[in-house]
């Protein structure tokens, strides 16, 4: 049982350059999300997916997009990379949709740096 | 908007010593108040607290939440070098049917304990 793993842990990328961060769990959670920090800043939802096929925007979404195909991945994209987006990138998942929200599982992190 | 803030921002104290670490929110559809403890990695979760009065305790570690003033307070009594982390606080709160629910983070407490 791995948890919550992410790939990359680090990336650096230029100006323009697009990639794909991807976050898989197998603990069977039907929430995921994915959180950038940056210093002094705390941690910011971009988008999260309640469920297999669907996903919601966070509070930061712009120059993100995502995709839940399959319920263990939730993948982010950056399709044309800015040095706004140098960040840490943490993926996290949580088990139900009851009431109240579940803990939340946290991935290692992904260390972006845009040049 | 939802809001998280978190007092004091950074806090150094000696071994031993007991600290309060101070959360205030404004959200909408307030569902549950959690706290987590990051060192040098992913934040690992310390306490979801849900009904006003009720404490949680987990060894030297306690909170509490007070849903009426809107706040949570996160104190650690004799205080030890490796509590020295960044502490979040985070804000859950329903979204609605399609959305369900998301957390909203503060900017975190740094503490350190020095010997």
């Known amino acids: 049982n791995a948890g919550v793993t992410q790939t990359p842990k680090f990336r650096v990328l230029k100006t323009g350059q697009s990639m794909t961060l991807l976050c898989a769990q197998d603990?069977?959670?039907?929430?995921m999300y994915w959180y950038r920090q940056d210093p002094g800043m705390g941690l910011r939802l971009i988008h999260y997916s309640v469920g297999e096929g669907t996903t919601a925007k966070g509070e930061v979404p712009d120059g993100y997009n995502v995709s839940r195909l399959k319920k263990q991945n939730f993948l982010l994209g950056l399709e044309s990379a800015a040095p706004s987006q140098t960040s840490v990138y943490f993926c996290?998942?949580?088990?139900?949709?009851?009431?109240?929200?579940?803990?939340?599982?946290f991935g290692p992190g992904t260390r972006l740096t845009v040049t | 908007e939802d809001k998280v803030v978190q007092s004091p921002l950074s806090l150094v104290v000696h071994e031993g010593d007991t600290v309060t670490l101070n959360c205030s929110y404004e959200v909408t559809n307030f569902r549950s108040l959690l706290w987590y403890k990051q060192e040098k990695k992913a934040p690992t979760f310390l306490f979801m607290l849900?009904?006003?009065?009720i404490e949680k305790k987990s060894g030297r570690l306690s909170s509490i939440l007070d849903k009426k003033e809107l706040f949570s307070i996160l104190n650690i009594t004799a205080t030890q070098t490796g509590d020295s982390a960044v502490y979040l606080c985070?804000?859950?709160?329903?979204?609605?049917?399609?959305?369900?629910?998301?957390?909203?983070f503060g900017e975190g407490t740094q503490l350190t304990v020095n010997p």
């Open positions: 603990m069977n959670h039907e929430y």
């Open positions: 849900t009904s006003s009065g």
């Open positions: 996290a998942s949580s088990f139900t949709r009851e009431l109240p929200l579940y803990e939340q599982y």
């Open positions: 985070a804000v859950e709160a329903y979204q609605g049917e399609t959305s369900g629910s998301r957390l909203t």
